[in-house]
């Protein structure tokens, strides 16, 4: 077993980036049920994603959707966050929502709606600006339903356009973060179905152009792992949204489907070095608690993550690597076994308690009056989330 010291040192370093979306009202096709409490604004959740990162202590961003986010003055909300103790991450674009996005948005057929959704991702690019932000995250709602609906080789044309045009836009500090889906809203062909798609676009773009890996967002039984060393290996992968599934895209949250296949995607972050302090890899939560309480959610979701990572930091490569070596395939598959099945828990309450923090985030939050207190103060929030 790899040394319990080494792993709580790249514990301690950690960081995991929180959606504002998760903390409003969201639902389904069907439904969404109102939760008392949510916030009315961008303000209210920016608290709520800092008393998640106030209980777990590896939460100190949350990443902004405009314009569900949009605010007057970015820098005053920067202010609040800064105050909250945390910062502004991620800038996700909206271009999915107005009905003229219905044949597609920067593959629109019509070019007056291309510019509307182009102006859109330029726009988001100036509130990074303003906010300080690294990424802008882009992911296309864009497809077709019907065979012969459109050209699909066009779609494609234009899709390059638009993101060399935003590409183009960047500040140097800035990065370009392409998102993949294999159907939904579309339903015969997605503009950017897979890994494959988003990679060789952001190839074409340049060094600055990035792949985000959705973990709900692949056809049934696809090694995510496999896809995820291929981009670290490449240098391309730029970002997880990290969600569990047990059908298709159900935005759930991560690890409760599939633990062990969050460990296994972890273990090739882990060996490939990415989860340095200084890797640009940004691991971000992408969730919708349609039923669940909102920060209580959030909290269990981080704290998934970061036992999954814990067992992937408790592999003992040396033995690993010499099973590998000899063909021993059992011996190498006990390595990992035995890594996964650690009881890691002990070993964060530990790391938390050495960072002043309670052992336990999900009891200190629920002794510590939050919930009740929004709930409280709180009258009327607004659907400021999926489903919305």
Known sequence: MADREAAKSVLRTQKIELPSWAFGNSGTRFKVFAQRGVPRDPFEKIADAARVHAHTGVAPTVALHIPWDQVDDFQVLGRAAKDAGITLGTVNANVFQDDDYMLGSVTNPNPAIRRKALDH????????????????????????????????????????????????????????????????????????????????????????????????????????????????????????????????????????????????????????????????IAFMLDQCHNIEPKIPGQIRSVTNVQEATAKALLVDTDALAVAQAAGDVLGANAVLMDAYNTDVRPLLAELREEQGLDPDPMGAYARSGYAERIVAERVGGTQAGWGA
Not at 137 to 144: I, P, V
Not at 148 to 166: H, T, Y
Not at 192 to 205: E, I, M, N, R, S
Not at 268 to 276: H, P, R
């Open 121 to 280: 991702l330029l726009a988001c690019v100036d509130v990074m600006d303003q906010t300080g932000s690294r990424d802008l995250k882009l992911w296309f709602s864009d497809g077709t339903n019907y065979p012969g609906q459109d050209n699909i080789r066009a779609r494609q044309d234009r899709l390059a356009e638009a993101l060399d045009a935003v590409y183009r836009r960047l500040g140097d500090d800035q990065r370009l973060i392409l998102e993949y889906k294999l159907f939904e809203p579309a339903f015969y062909t997605m503009d950017v179905p897979d890994w494959g798609t988003a990679f060789a676009h952001c190839l074409q773009l340049g060094d600055r152009a990035k792949v985000c890996v959705d973990t709900g967002h692949h056809a049934p039984g696809t090694n995510i792992e496999f896809i995820v060393a291929f981009l670290l290996r490449a240098g391309k992968l730029g970002a997880f949204d990290f969600n569990s599934r047990f059908y298709a895209d159900d935005d759930l949250i991560v690890g409760a489907a599939d633990p062990f296949q969050l460990f296994r995607i972890l273990f090739e972050v882990v060996t490939a070095g990415a989860l340095a302090e200084d890797s640009d």
